[in-house]
């Protein structure tokens, strides 16, 4: 850690308790440590939907044409009669209409077997994985944030990313660029009204108070100005649109109709992060995943029918992801445990519709979980550089092969 770091760290850690802001001094560190790099501008969005918890990828995208699928999941199992089927060997959960009407039209790639080279089935580390693309190393930078310092946005353009939800995601942790964290229109600071006088009074130039002085206060209050500007222009840049469909009412479809309400202003928005979850389901899994999943197609169906009637449909690429699968074999309380690979969602985006990859076998296991063949930074990759036109080695440390579904 550079020493700036350390003593910003310790100045701030004064004050730091008054504010109602999620590591708005993380950030102002990581920024004081920047260094610009140059980059290719993207026109096109992406929109990450992380399935948070751990999807089970068996009763998602069921493979109904196995005897091996039923005999492993003898009561939580997706009746053939159910099964949405895309082939004669696979289909889709019955909750996921939504999502089969979207492949129907071609608009969804299924990808199989996907995950990372040596598992790790801790909840924390493997999210941290996907969302920093480095499964051997820890890395203070999401790879999506490492995308935006690349790629030479407007500096004055407040929601070049931008989270829907409580926290700012490790996926859009970047030395350089500040993206907004909101969970409605509304947006700004949460806490009470004294830590948001007591924030305001020291990050507004009432530092004289204090018995410390920083030579990155002003940077620190930079930050937490583009917070508050970011949560005071967001009313007004989705006030006038109007959503041609009625989402669901659901906080994840109201993340999504927020979503496109971005997209549709035109401000400048590459990459939207919005999480559905918890999907850890040791217990009782068909009741929560189904409707989990009930939410996911539904919402995603609205958002891009929605997206259509606003001729924006092609220019937004949504990806899943989830920490990792679960156990091929249920368990004794009628769910599943960790497991690791699992199919990944690109749609909408211009995609070209289809299923890629075998599904793995429910036979040749890895100490009862599947293997997977897909790492998940080609995905990445292929993301970066067909769709975000940026050049995924300087995003993700290394090269990796280039997928087909774009």
């Given at each position: 850690?550079?020493?700036?770091?350390?003593?910003?760290?310790?100045?701030?850690?004064?004050?730091?308790?008054?504010?109602?802001?999620?590591?708005?001094?993380?950030?102002?560190?990581?920024?004081?440590?920047?260094?610009?790099?140059?980059?290719?501008?993207?026109?096109?969005?992406?929109?990450?939907?992380?399935?948070?918890?751990?999807?089970?990828?068996?009763?998602?995208?069921?493979?109904?044409?196995?005897?091996?699928?039923?005999?492993?999941?003898?009561?939580?199992?997706?009746?053939?009669?159910?099964?949405?089927?895309?082939?004669?060997?696979?289909?889709?959960?019955?909750?996921?209409?939504?999502?089969?009407?979207?492949?129907?039209?071609?608009?969804?790639?299924?990808?199989?077997?996907?995950?990372?080279?040596?598992?790790?089935?801790?909840?924390?580390?493997?999210?941290?994985?996907?969302?920093?693309a480095a499964p051997e190393t820890i890395l203070e930078t999401g790879w999506a944030g490492r995308y935006l310092d690349a790629a030479n946005l407007p500096a004055n353009n407040l929601f070049k990313g931008l989270a829907i939800g409580p926290i700012l995601p490790k996926m859009l942790v970047?030395?350089?660029?500040?993206?907004?964290?909101?969970?409605?229109?509304?947006?700004?600071?949460?806490?009470?009204?004294?830590?948001?006088?007591?924030?305001?009074?020291?990050?507004?130039?009432?530092?004289?108070?204090?018995?410390?002085?920083?030579?990155?206060?002003?940077?620190?209050?930079?930050?937490?100005?583009?917070?508050?500007?970011?949560?005071?222009?967001?009313?007004?840049?989705?006030?006038?649109?109007?959503?041609?469909?009625?989402?669901?009412?659901?906080?994840?479809?109201?993340?999504?109709?927020?979503?496109?309400?971005?997209?549709?202003?035109?401000?400048?928005?590459?990459?939207?992060?919005?999480?559905?979850?918890?999907?850890?389901?040791?217990?009782?899994?068909?009741?929560?995943?189904?409707?989990?999943?009930?939410?996911?197609?539904d919402g995603i169906k609205a958002f891009y029918d929605d997206l259509a009637a606003h001729k924006l449909d092609d220019a937004i690429l949504t990806m899943t992801f989830s920490e990792f699968g679960r156990r091929v074999?249920?368990?004794?309380?009628?769910?599943?445990?960790?497991?690791?690979?699992?199919?990944?969602?690109?749609?909408?985006?211009?995609?070209?519709?289809?299923?890629?990859?075998?599904?793995?076998?429910?036979?040749?296991?890895?100490?009862?979980?599947?293997?997977?063949?897909?790492?998940?930074?080609?995905?990445?990759?292929?993301?970066?550089?067909?769709?975000?036109?940026?050049?995924?080695?300087?995003?993700?440390?290394?090269?990796?092969?280039?997928?087909?579904?774009?």
């Amino acid at each position: 850690m550079s020493s700036r770091r350390q003593f910003i760290r310790q100045s701030v850690g004064a004050f730091a308790g008054f504010l109602a802001i999620d590591s708005i001094f993380a950030r102002a560190a990581r920024a004081a440590d920047a260094v610009t790099t140059p980059g290719s501008a993207a026109t096109r969005v992406l929109l990450v939907v992380n399935l948070q918890g751990g999807n089970d990828g068996l009763n998602t995208v069921v493979p109904y044409g196995d005897p091996a699928y039923y005999a492993a999941r003898p009561t939580i199992n997706v009746a053939t009669g159910e099964v949405l089927r895309l082939d004669s060997h696979i289909g889709l959960n019955p909750k996921l209409a939504g999502l089969k009407a979207l492949f129907d039209q071609q608009r969804v790639a299924i990808l199989q077997g996907v995950h990372y080279p040596n598992p790790n089935l801790s909840h924390f580390r493997s999210t941290e994985i996907w969302q920093t693309a480095a499964p051997e190393t820890i890395l203070e930078t999401g790879w999506a944030g490492r995308y935006l310092d690349a790629a030479n946005l407007p500096a004055n353009n407040l929601f070049k990313g931008l989270a829907i939800g409580p926290i700012l995601p490790k996926m859009l942790v970047a030395q350089k660029t500040d993206v907004p964290t909101v969970e409605n229109v509304r947006g700004g600071f949460r806490g009470s009204r004294e830590e948001q006088a007591s924030a305001d009074r020291i990050l507004n130039g009432a530092a004289a108070a204090y018995p410390f002085q920083s030579p990155y206060l002003q940077l620190v209050q930079e930050v937490e100005r583009d917070a508050n500007a970011s949560a005071a222009e967001l009313p007004h840049l989705v006030a006038g649109y109007k959503p041609a469909v009625e989402y669901p009412k659901t906080p994840f479809a109201q993340g999504l109709n927020l979503a496109a309400a971005v997209v549709a202003s035109g401000v400048g928005t590459k990459v939207i992060y919005i999480s559905l979850g918890s999907f850890d389901t040791h217990v009782a899994q068909r009741g929560r995943q189904d409707q989990l999943l009930a939410q996911f197609g539904d919402g995603i169906k609205a958002f891009y029918d929605d997206l259509a009637a606003h001729k924006l449909d092609d220019a937004i690429l949504t990806m899943t992801f989830s920490e990792f699968g679960r156990r091929v074999d249920e368990n004794a309380n009628r769910g599943t445990d960790h497991g690791t690979a699992a199919p990944m969602f690109l749609i909408g985006g211009g995609v070209k519709g289809g299923v890629y990859g075998d599904h793995p076998s429910l036979t040749d296991l890895d100490f009862g979980n599947l293997k997977w063949h897909t790492d998940f930074r080609s995905v990445y990759a292929t993301v970066l550089e067909r769709w975000l036109g940026a050049p995924a080695p300087r995003v993700l440390g290394g090269s990796f092969p280039m997928l087909s579904f774009v």
